[in-house]
């Protein structure tokens, strides 16, 4: 049996190659060169739902819609989405499109106070940029805590038409993973803004597109009487929040896309008796590797390839649990059904045996492993092989003012009023600190202990980049404020895809742990985990001019300063809408120009 096994997944690896091969080919030959606008108008605004079962009426959707609307477009498009912000709180919005490069469009990164104004209630912001690559990918709010309220949606992009996916799959689904709470997100943001600290806790439940059970397990009769949550029981599977089951066909080759959109936790994926092919992450090729399962971090995406070859008159779990935090989560589940077995619009049939275990939250070695075996396909642009430019950034838990604060080399990101974006091409030198921020942390730092002296200090400090520098960045994690403890850190970079050269336990030793980088086949990404009281090394080329957010994608983590700023090549931007620059000190400014600035 393990040699059959074995023999389909050399089988598999070997025809989604030659995919490869024929796709790199059709790329030298030139596809179609069809390409459209794509218009969507977005109404962002609060409504009464059920993501769980348990009715909140402080849900943030889009047009009405929880999750927002897939917006789906080939590589070259132009999409235009008009972004009304009618959010009855009088709070302002804006949308990240996360993945999206925004190469001559820096403003519509969708980042408050640093690529534009935030949208106020009332007022409608104008997106329009190029997507220029295909992958899975989504959007989310980047304003205050919005993300946790609800606000995101997938994005797709396909490849331009004419040219093909280097790997066959008869069908694909997309899933939206996330995590939700029932205390609102103003309630998690005067919490983490409280003094004395006040953490929001675990969320109560998980989400896959949006739906959830809370207090209840759709396999409680599969779990040999040990579960502690009763049978979920819905009237229909059209229920609010009843899962939405995956169909298939029997010996059928699938793509799942999945994208983690979560605000705290680190999932494991896993599908019953299913293996699984990664072929793609963060939007890039990965070589091809099949596992029983995967970990998938804030802000991540995948490409996986599954063979529904097992028993078709059973279906099967598919399962998401915490991983990196000590859970206090159940699992999420849906179903993956067979079209032969049984189901019903009234009664879902579960499958009778219990659904995959997640593997155990602190077992970092298994994550690591993971994480070790996504590697580049051949023929991915390679890293340069040194860099100009580097930075060894230290996140810790700190204390400002009795506030409990995340930071970066002694520094909690405040951002300005001003959006950098418009201050810096405008050089208003009085928008933030034009001082340069610390490159680095004292080599006698104890990462395995709370830190001696636990104050920071507020900043808003920016750091500059020359045109086509290729920059290292070191990322160090270090323990918490009190107790021994160190946090998993998803940190994602804007505009930039970035190489992941290593990882490593303990702290960083220049000259000695670079040995160690790969530098023939690191993994494009533009989300990385570090892992506790480790490093993580990326490198990227600082070659797309604009202002880019880089921080960490736990949503209270960002919002208790856990980022920093890049700029690269601003006085090369051109076209600033005036919209983008219409608050803080580039208000004044902006009448003298047009919107085509030059």
């Given at each position: 049996?393990?040699?059959?096994?074995?023999?389909?997944?050399?089988r598999?690896?070997w025809?989604?190659?030659?995919?490869?091969?024929?796709?790199?080919?059709?790329?030298?030959?030139?596809?179609?060169?069809?390409?459209?606008?794509?218009e969507?108008?977005?109404?962002?605004?609060?409504?009464?739902?059920?993501?769980?079962?348990?009715?909140?009426?402080?849900?943030?959707?889009?047009?009405?819609?929880?999750?927002?609307?897939?917006?789906?477009?080939?590589?070259?498009?132009?999409?235009?989405?008009?972004?009304?912000?009618?959010?009855?709180?009088?709070?302002?919005?804006?949308?990240?499109?996360?993945?999206?490069?925004?190469?001559?469009?820096?403003?519509?990164?969708?980042?408050?106070?640093?690529?534009?104004?935030?949208?106020?209630?009332?007022?409608?912001?104008?997106?329009?940029?190029?997507?220029?690559?295909?992958g899975?990918?989504?959007?989310?709010?980047?304003y205050?805590?919005?993300?946790?309220?609800?606000?995101?949606?997938?994005?797709?992009?396909?490849?331009?038409?004419?040219?093909?996916?280097?790997?066959?799959?008869?069908?694909?689904?997309?899933?939206?993973?996330?995590?939700?709470?029932?205390?609102?997100?103003?309630?998690?943001?005067?919490?983490?803004?409280?003094?004395?600290?006040?953490?929001?806790?675990?969320?109560?439940?998980?989400?896959?597109?949006g739906?959830?059970?809370?207090?209840?397990?759709?396999?409680?009769?599969?779990?040999?009487?040990?579960?502690?949550?009763?049978?979920?029981?819905?009237?229909?599977?059209d229920?609010?929040?009843?899962?939405?089951?995956?169909?298939?066909?029997?010996?059928?080759?699938?793509?799942?896309?999945?994208?983690?959109t979560?605000?705290?936790?680190?999932?494991?994926?896993?599908?019953?008796?299913?293996?699984?092919?990664?072929?793609?992450?963060?939007?890039?090729?990965?070589?091809?590797?099949?596992?029983?399962?995967?970990?998938?971090?804030?802000?991540?995406?995948?490409?996986?390839?599954?063979?529904?070859?097992?028993?078709?008159?059973?279906?099967?779990?598919?399962?998401?649990?915490?991983?990196?935090?000590?859970?206090?989560?159940?699992?999420?589940?849906?179903?993956?059904?067979?079209?032969?077995?049984?189901?019903?619009?009234?009664?879902i049939?579960?499958?009778?045996?219990?659904?995959?275990?997640?593997?155990?939250?602190?077992?970092?070695n298994?994550?690591?492993?993971?994480t070790n075996?996504?590697?580049?396909?051949?023929?991915?642009?390679?890293p340069?092989?040194?860099?100009?430019?580097r930075?060894?950034?230290?996140?810790?838990?700190?204390?400002?003012?009795?506030?409990?604060?995340?930071?970066?080399?002694?520094?909690?990101?405040?951002?300005?009023?001003t959006?950098?974006?418009?201050?810096?091409?405008?050089?208003?030198?009085?928008?933030?600190?034009?001082?340069h921020?610390?490159?680095?942390?004292?080599?006698?730092?104890?990462?395995?202990?709370p830190?001696?002296?636990?104050?920071?200090?507020?900043?808003?400090r920016?750091?500059?980049?020359?045109?086509?520098?290729?920059v290292?960045?070191?990322?160090?994690n270090?323990?918490?404020?009190?107790?021994?403890?160190?946090?998993?850190?998803?940190?994602?970079?804007?505009?930039?895809?970035?190489?992941?050269?290593g990882?490593?336990d303990?702290?960083f030793?220049?000259?000695?742990?670079?040995?160690?980088?790969?530098?023939?086949?690191?993994?494009?990404?533009?989300?990385?985990?570090?892992?506790?009281?480790?490093?993580?090394?990326?490198?990227?080329?600082?070659?797309?001019?604009?202002?880019?957010?880089?921080?960490?994608h736990?949503?209270?983590?960002?919002?208790?300063?856990?980022?920093?700023?890049?700029?690269?090549?601003?006085?090369?931007?051109?076209?600033?809408?005036?919209?983008?620059?219409?608050?803080?000190?580039?208000?004044?400014?902006?009448?003298?120009?047009?919107?085509?600035?030059?």
């Amino acid at each position: 049996m393990r040699l059959k096994g074995a023999t389909r997944t050399i089988r598999v690896c070997w025809s989604i190659w030659l995919g490869y091969l024929i796709v790199l080919i059709s790329l030298l030959i030139g596809g179609s060169s069809s390409v459209r606008v794509r218009e969507y108008k977005f109404e962002v605004g609060y409504m009464k739902k059920k993501p769980d079962c348990i009715e909140n009426s402080y849900v943030m959707g889009i047009n009405g819609h929880f999750p927002g609307p897939t917006i789906r477009a080939h590589v070259g498009d132009t999409l235009h989405i008009s972004l009304f912000n009618n959010i009855s709180t009088n709070e302002p919005t804006s949308i990240h499109w996360h993945g999206i490069s925004q190469h001559g469009t820096p403003w519509a990164d969708g980042t408050a106070s640093i690529s534009q104004c935030a949208i106020n209630p009332g007022e409608t912001f104008h997106y329009r940029f190029t997507v220029d690559k295909a992958g899975t990918y989504f959007y989310h709010g980047h304003y205050g805590l919005q993300r946790s309220a609800g606000l995101y949606g997938s994005l797709i992009v396909d490849l331009a038409l004419g040219q093909k996916e280097p790997f066959h799959y008869h069908s694909e689904f997309n899933l939206l993973l996330s995590d939700w709470w029932h205390n609102t997100s103003f309630h998690q943001e005067l919490s983490l803004s409280s003094k004395p600290f006040q953490w929001i806790g675990e969320p109560q439940s998980l989400l896959i597109n949006g739906r959830g059970q809370y207090n209840c397990s759709m396999a409680a009769n599969t779990m040999n009487n040990n579960a502690t949550l009763p049978q979920c029981k819905f009237r229909t599977s059209d229920e609010e929040c009843a899962p939405q089951i995956l169909h298939v066909h029997p010996n059928k080759t699938y793509r799942i896309r999945i994208a983690s959109t979560t605000s705290l936790s680190s999932l494991n994926f896993a599908i019953s008796n299913h293996k699984m092919v990664v072929v793609e992450a963060d939007g890039n090729y990965v070589d091809p590797f099949e596992v029983d399962d995967i970990d998938i971090y804030s802000g991540e995406s995948y490409s996986i390839l599954i063979t529904t070859n097992q028993n078709p008159n059973n279906n099967y779990w598919i399962s998401i649990g915490v991983r990196g935090r000590k859970p206090n989560t159940p699992q999420a589940l849906t179903i993956l059904n067979y079209q032969k077995a049984s189901i019903s619009s009234s009664n879902i049939i579960i499958p009778n045996s219990p659904p995959p275990i997640t593997p155990q939250w602190n077992d970092f070695n298994r994550s690591k492993a993971f994480t070790n075996k996504i590697h580049a396909l051949m023929g991915s642009p390679k890293p340069p092989t040194h860099y100009d430019h580097r930075l060894l950034l230290l996140n810790t838990q700190n204390l400002i003012d009795g506030y409990t604060k995340w930071a970066i080399n002694n520094i909690s990101l405040v951002l300005p009023q001003t959006p950098y974006l418009g201050s810096i091409k405008f050089k208003i030198n009085a928008a933030f600190d034009r001082r340069h921020p610390s490159e680095n942390f004292s080599n006698g730092y104890d990462i395995f202990s709370p830190p001696i002296n636990p104050n920071a200090n507020f900043g808003n400090r920016v750091y500059m980049f020359n045109m086509n520098q290729v920059v290292d960045v070191i990322l160090q994690n270090a323990n918490v404020l009190s107790g021994k403890n160190s946090d998993i850190h998803p940190w994602h970079l804007h505009g930039h895809d970035f190489w992941v050269l290593g990882y490593g336990d303990g702290k960083f030793k220049q000259g000695y742990d670079e040995k160690n980088f790969n530098l023939k086949n690191p993994p494009l990404k533009n989300t990385a985990a570090v892992f506790p009281y480790g490093w993580t090394a990326l490198r990227f080329r600082a070659n797309n001019p604009g202002v880019w957010f880089f921080h960490c994608h736990i949503e209270a983590h960002l919002h208790m300063g856990m980022g920093v700023i890049f700029a690269e090549g601003v006085q090369l931007v051109k076209g600033i809408p005036k919209q983008a620059l219409a608050c803080g000190l580039t208000k004044k400014i902006i009448m003298s120009f047009n919107t085509t600035n030059n």
